[in-house]
T-cell receptor, first 116, second 113 residues
Framework: AQKVTQAQTEISVVEKEDVTLDCVYE???????LFWYKQPPSGELVFLIR??????QNEISGRYSWNFQKSTSSFNFTITASQVVDSAVYFC?????????????FGKGTMLLVSP | DAGITQSPRHKVTETGTPVTLRCHQT?????MYWYRQDPGHGLRLIHY???????DKGEVSDGYSVSRSKTEDFLLTLESATSSQTSVYFC????????????FGPGTRLTVL
């Protein structure tokens, strides 16, 4: 079973729409860390956010917000009023205590296409 | 931006030839990682290093070896390249272990004919 599941392979929206990218994770650890990364068409990977398992507060950064719910093992990412520049592949990732926190396990990514 | 460079950025080689990819960092971070990215698979860890001469295998380590003789350099070697190793390879660094955010290099596109 995948440890990090991003069920949405591809999402298409029109500019100014809100969009939510889903991330569901699986772990037996009580202490773990979750991440989101962005990969624009240029190919580089950009770190967006890190969240530890003890902090369930939602986070907002400009048009970006993250909703962490331990009860459903989800760490969803919402972009408000999407823009063309948001077009990218977005990856969710997990770091677990069971692996000594030494590595990240990535989901397969969600490609977001924002049309003008 | 984290100071991470990868060389070469693009390489085309033939099956059976050895290939070495280099990752160089200027951040003095302890941890370094090699990933490969393939369509439909996301990013998969090949090997990682937690210090000079300290390395460990990742999810897809078969056919790859690594070496780290200096803090700033992490080498990935394909002893005998195969077509299945055609991929984009990313190096990453982190200050601490996996609970720290990782910062990625620009990637190397490798094609094995």
């Amino acid at each position: 079973a995948q440890k990090v599941t991003q069920a949405q392979t591809e999402i298409s929206v029109v500019e100014k729409e809100d969009v939510t990218l889903d991330c569901v994770y699986e772990t037996r650890d009580t202490t773990y860390y979750l991440f989101w990364y962005k990969q624009p068409p240029s190919g580089e990977l950009v770190f967006l956010i890190r969240r530890n398992s003890f902090d369930e507060q939602n986070e907002i950064s400009g048009r970006y917000s993250w909703n962490f719910q331990k009860s459903t093992s989800s760490f969803n990412f919402t972009i408000t009023a999407s823009q063309v520049v948001d077009s990218a592949v977005y990856f969710c990732a997990l770091s677990e205590r069971g692996s000594g926190y030494s590595t990240l396990t990535f989901g397969k990514g969600t490609m977001l296409l924002v049309s003008p | 931006d984290a100071g991470i460079t990868q060389s070469p950025r693009h390489k085309v080689t033939e099956t059976g030839t050895p290939v070495t990819l280099r990752c160089h960092q200027t951040e003095n971070h302890r941890y370094m990682y090699w990933y490969r990215q393939d369509p439909g698979h996301g990013l998969r860890l090949i090997h990682y290093s937690y210090g000079v001469k300290d390395t460990d295998k990742g999810e897809v380590s078969d056919g790859y070896s690594v070496s780290r003789s200096k803090t700033e350099d992490f080498l990935l070697t394909l002893e005998s390249a195969t077509s299945s190793q055609t991929s984009v390879y990313f190096c990453a660094i982190s200050e601490g272990s996996g609970y720290n955010e990782q910062f990625f290099g620009p990637g190397t596109r490798l094609t094995v004919l």
